[in-house]
């Protein structure tokens, strides 16, 4: 009779986990097509993107040497050919800062200095530490209202979604010129949970960023963001 019992028992546990792991299955993927369905109408090709407050370069990895990864020189350049397209005379570099002996966003802004762009006009978010708190820092210390968001084509439905939903009128254009080989279906599969927990972040829990500081509104000077 025991046994009778314990398997009743091993079904019906077996059938609540087993049910308990679709519906999960199933509200990953509902929520993962509900971001990419609701940004991609704001994803354009250069030339249709309008004019906006700044464009927004997020960050990616940099070499200790200072050489940027093909990933950010990629993002890098679709920037400078949205900015020499007239669309914002504005950009944010936006990324990690977070440690003395790692600097994307310093990295960033030399890069583009480089290519004869005016101190004052480029803007280091040194707390960008993901896409979250880049779009909220956007928001609340640069107070930009109207965004072009540039990053590749895997991340870039996430970051539009995320500046909508916080209230920028945000734009994205991918910046995609090379292939990025096997790591980037390491990126596509990791991205569907990412999608999942900023859709939490910014519709239920909405955390603030590790860091906030003084306000620096997109009209004044990037320099104001320099190292002191």
């Known amino acids: ?19 308990v792991v679709v519906a999960g299955i199933v509200s990953l993927f509902t929520i993962d097509y509900h971001v990419k369905t609701f940004a991609n109408k704001y994803i354009m090709n250069i030339n ?5 407050d700044a464009v927004l370069v997020l960050g990616a990895y940099v070499y200790p040497d200072g050489h940027v990864s093909t990933i950010l020189h990629d993002r890098l350049e679709t920037a400078i050919e949205v900015y020499k397209e007239d669309k914002s005379s504005k950009i944010i570099v936006s990324g990690d800062h977070g440690r003395k002996d790692y600097d994307e966003v310093n990295t960033m802004k030399q890069y ?3 290519q004869d762009f005016k101190n004052e006009d480029v803007f280091m978010d040194h707390a960008g530490f993901n896409t979250y708190q880049s779009m909220y820092r956007a928001r609340d210390i640069f107070k930009v209202n109207k965004l072009i968001i540039v990053t590749q084509d895997y991340h870039l439905s996430r970051a539009v979604y995320l500046a909508r939903k916080m209230g920028i009128e945000a734009y994205g254009v991918a910046a995609d010129k090379n292939s990025y080989g096997d790591i980037l279906k390491v990126y596509k599969a990791r991205e569907i949970l990412a999608r999942n927990k900023d859709f939490i972040n910014v519709n239920i ?18 320099s104001l963001t320099n190292d002191m």
């Open 112 to 114: 583009l200095l480089k």
């Open 1 to 19: 009779m025991s046994g009778v019992i314990t398997l009743k028992l091993f079904k019906k546990t077996l059938f609540v986990t087993l049910s």
């Open 48 to 52: 249709e993107l309008p004019n906006a």
């Open 205 to 222: 829990t909405k955390p603030k960023p590790r860091y906030l500081g003084d306000v620096i509104p997109i009209t004044a000077s990037g």
